[in-house]
């Protein structure tokens, strides 16, 4: 076991030293000071159409325990996937496979130090929501068990089970970042289906990996019981905007009631992750990707060629090589990146791209607009996350910075390449919106497609990593879906001022841009 | 064509130091840079290809200042990392253009440039494959070629023979032997051998300062005379490592065969003709 703890020591050294780090945990303290709104804000985290907790003890720790829960577990994933990736890009892996250790022993200590690392930013937020308590709740006394109990029941087990899947997406989806993303996106909302369900059942709470169906289920039993009514709604959970204030029924409640079936359950989600790491444990490469159960041998295409033999010594003449014709121009930076751009993924996933680009064409124009736009999009994350910061992954940066001009070539070269991508992939609604004369959209939809590609660049930039941006598009992507204004990049909610819209975005492009440019001009003098 | 810096300072911060008032005018020809590591070598290279700003001090080539104009040298740079990479994705067809449009080169004969190129570093017949696939010497080689591709003025080579077998480490030589007649080459490796062969100078650094520079014979003089070598046994061995400084031992049967550096040999040592090694070592060892 104590290497398997130097292994989980090192791996969360080597992930929390970095700024991705601290700027994600930055952000957590933002976000899970949003967790438990004012009573005046136009969203709620906890809906009960008609109803309204108190802000006591129970309300603010239960609230912030299962927001704590889902988001963690939603983003938290984005986050600490990719640690066995890691280790084969460094070809650390290769060592660790000639160790003693075997794959459950590895698979174990990546999946734990997931956890710790999910669990120390989950401990920021727990900090967070005592201070809300304080900020928040007048009148109410602060118990202290009504913040360690949703914590411990609700978001340990979930972050635990969270941690375990990101290494069995590994081990089963491999190096394909993307499907990792497609299959966990699916499974959270299998998840999230479940938690929602009106019906109420022992198996549906014994299913509920966060446990948080125990909590609705109680909260609503007391708005029943005190108001001798039959919620038909039930509770709704996560950010929902425009909410209105008006005639709504206030009600106070002090937590769960712990059973037996929920122990049981909570103890259940705690050892099947455990299990289902046993079990990838006899499917884990082991570096070996040849050996791997399962898998054709590919052939020399893919493997690593021998040296050819040399000819003779004769090197060459230089007197008989072509004279150097200058060209400073960017088109042949725009092809290759479009080039690198498009060989990142196989021709499955580009076929499965493919076909949700045609369905632009055919469903409705908001809802293409809306939710197929934004999808698409944020389905190229682990291509634009890459569009800044690959020279640096692949160690090319000393070329680059020492090339002609770099700033003025390179860059523009790569945003440029990054929003041809992103306006072939929405052209499908440009033409319909060309169709139907509306201007307005497609210069929304081009701005849009501009944000993202500059928001990846200056992400990647600052942080010199990919995680930052490949968490926050997937935030923003699920708050558009949930319709949330603030981050409508591409114009799909309606404004006020659609031109005041336009100029917002317009600003924001613009100082993504200089961010950009200023801390790649500083990086490319001080390596 | 000449590169002079004067009084070139490179502080990390506070406790880490990589250049210190670090003074060489640089003429066509092939510089050797020696140095243990942590020397500064890297460093200095890094500077001079502008990927990193000095502290304090001055650069110039050909009068031309390219701390504040680094575009100047760009234009004429071919420059081998120590720990460059590549993307895997690309073939060495591809990735040669890619690198060509950073240098600004095109034109028609781009491509017969690089055919060439690649013909000139043996890997023409791998040239379609994705890089991805290529041993560590074919990704070395790649990395000279890019080095060539605009044909450059100013070469800084930093430990470019890594990775390469010895037909090809001769091979290598012989390619940039062929260049040193109207360019600047900077060399830097930790295999004296290489430097011996080709170098028409060599600097030696240490700690962020240079110790020496010169031909190779004036580096050489430092030793002449003092380089000896002895049969012992394992317990003589002892003896000597403790009074002398060892350059060499190898097994020989039953005793060891010793080279070392003394004013004062030991009874039954002979001695013998001095090289760069003995050189490199004896002035790294004396500015410890």
């Known amino acids: 076991m104590k290497y398997i703890y130097s292994i989980i020591k090192a791996d969360y050294q080597q992930r929390t030293r970095s700024y991705s780090f601290l700027i994600t945990l930055a952000i957590t303290m933002y976000a899970a ?43 938290g994933f984005f986050l600490v996937n990719g640690g ?444 | 064509m000449s590169l002079v810096i004067k009084n070139l300072t490179k502080q990390y911060n506070q406790h880490k130091t990589g250049l210190s008032d670090y003074s060489i005018t640089i003429e066509k020809g092939i510089l050797g840079l020696l140095g243990p590591n942590g020397a500064g070598k890297s460093t200095l290279m890094k500077i001079i290809a502008t990927i990193s700003k000095p502290t304090k001090g001055t650069l110039f080539l050909d009068g031309e200042d390219i701390v504040t104009n680094p575009d100047h040298i760009r234009k004429v740079l071919g420059y081998l990392p120590q720990d460059f990479g590549v993307y895997p994705n690309l073939n060495a067809y591809e990735f040669l253009e890619y690198i060509a449009a950073m240098k600004g080169v095109g034109g028609n004969g781009l491509r017969k440039r690089i055919d060439m190129l690649l013909e000139g570093v043996n890997l023409i017949a791998d040239a379609k494959r994705p890089i991805g696939t290529y041993s560590g010497g074919m990704k070395q080689r790649i990395g000279i070629a890019q080095a060539l591709l605009n044909d450059p003025k100013v070469l800084i080579f930093d430990e470019p023979t890594v990775g390469l077998d010895p037909e090809e480490r001769v091979r290598f030589r012989q390619l940039i032997s062929d260049m040193a007649d109207d360019c600047i080459i900077i060399l830097s490796s930790h295999i004296v051998s290489d430097i011996e062969t080709i170098a028409d100078e060599v600097a030696i650094m240490k700690n962020g300062i240079l110790l020496t520079k010169g031909i190779q014979a004036d580096i050489i003089n430092h030793v002449e005379g003092k380089v000896v070598e002895t049969l012992a046994s394992t317990d003589e061995v002892a003896q000597i490592k403790a009074k002398h400084l060892i350059i060499n031992t190898s097994r020989q049967k039953d005793k060891t065969r010793v080279r070392y550096i003394t004013n004062q040999p030991e009874m039954g040592a002979a001695p013998v003709n001095a090289g760069l090694e003995d050189a490199y070592l004896f002035l790294t060892h004396n500015n410890a």
């Open chain 1, 33 to 75: 000071y949003s967790f438990v709104p004012p009573p005046t804000a136009s969203y709620t985290t906890l809906t009960i159409v008609g109803y309204k907790g108190i802000y006591n003890s129970a309300w603010v720790g239960y609230v912030s325990g299962m927001m704590t829960a889902i988001m963690l577990s939603m983003y």
């Open chain 1, 84 to 527: 066995i990736k890691k280790d084969i890009d460094t070809e650390v892996g290769l060592i660790i496979a000639t160790t003693p250790i075997t794959n459950f022993g590895y698979l174990l200590s990546k999946m734990l130090s997931n956890f710790m690392v999910l669990l120390t930013i989950a401990g920021v937020t727990f900090l967070v929501s005592i201070v809300l308590f304080f900020l928040r709740t007048t009148g109410y006394p602060f118990l202290i068990s009504t913040f360690l109990i949703p914590y411990l029941l609700f978001v340990v087990p979930a972050l635990f089970f969270i941690s375990a899947l990101a290494v069995v997406a590994e081990v089963f989806l491999k190096k394909g970042a993307m499907w990792q993303y497609i299959a966990f996106i699916f499974l959270f909302g299998i998840i999230m289906s479940n938690v929602t369900n009106t019906k109420s059942s022992s198996a549906i709470i014994f299913m509920d990996s966060f446990g948080i169906k125990t909590m609705t289920g109680s909260i609503e039993n007391k708005i029943n019981k005190q108001y001798h009514t039959t919620l038909s709604k039930g509770v709704s959970m996560g950010f929902i905007f425009n909410t209105k204030h008006t005639d709504v029924k206030l009600f106070e409640w002090n937590g769960i009631t712990i059973t037996g079936l929920f122990l049981i359950s909570r103890l259940f989600w705690l050892t099947f992750p455990l299990a289902l790491v046993y079990l990838s444990s006899f499917f884990f490469h082991r570096f070996d990707f040849r050996q791997s159960p399962g898998k054709k041998i590919k052939k020399l295409k893919n493997e690593q060629i021998a040296d050819s033999p040399l000819p003779a010594l004769a090197g060459f003449n230089r007197a008989l090589l072509p004279p150097v014709v200058t060209d400073y121009g960017i088109l042949p930076f725009i092809k290759t990146e479009l080039l690198l751009l498009l060989r990142k993924g196989s021709k499955w996933t580009w076929l499965f791209l493919g076909s949700i680009w045609v369905s632009i064409f055919f469903v409705p124009l908001d809802i293409a607009h809306a939710y197929i736009l934004p999808i698409l999009w944020f389905l190229q994350v682990t291509r634009l996350s890459e569009l800044a910061t690959k020279e640096e992954t692949y160690r090319l940066h000393y070329f680059t910075y020492a090339s002609y001009k770099p700033l003025q070539r390179m860059l523009p070269a790569q945003i440029l390449a990054g929003v041809v991508l992103a306006i072939a992939l929405a052209s499908p609604l440009i033409a319909r919106y060309l169709i139907a004369s509306n201007g307005n959209a497609i210069i929304d939809i081009l701005g849009g497609a501009v944000f993202i590609v500059l928001f990846a660049v200056c992400l990647g930039i600052l942080s010199q990593g990919k995680k930052l941006y490949e968490i926050l598009l997937f935030l923003i992507t699920y708050a558009l879906i949930e319709k949330a204004p603030m981050v409508d990049y591409l114009g799909a909610i309606k404004h006020n001022s659609h031109i005041g819209y336009m100029a917002i975005v317009l600003v924001i492009n613009i100082f993504l841009l200089l961010v950009s440019l200023t801390v790649r001009q500083y990086r490319s003098r001080h390596l």
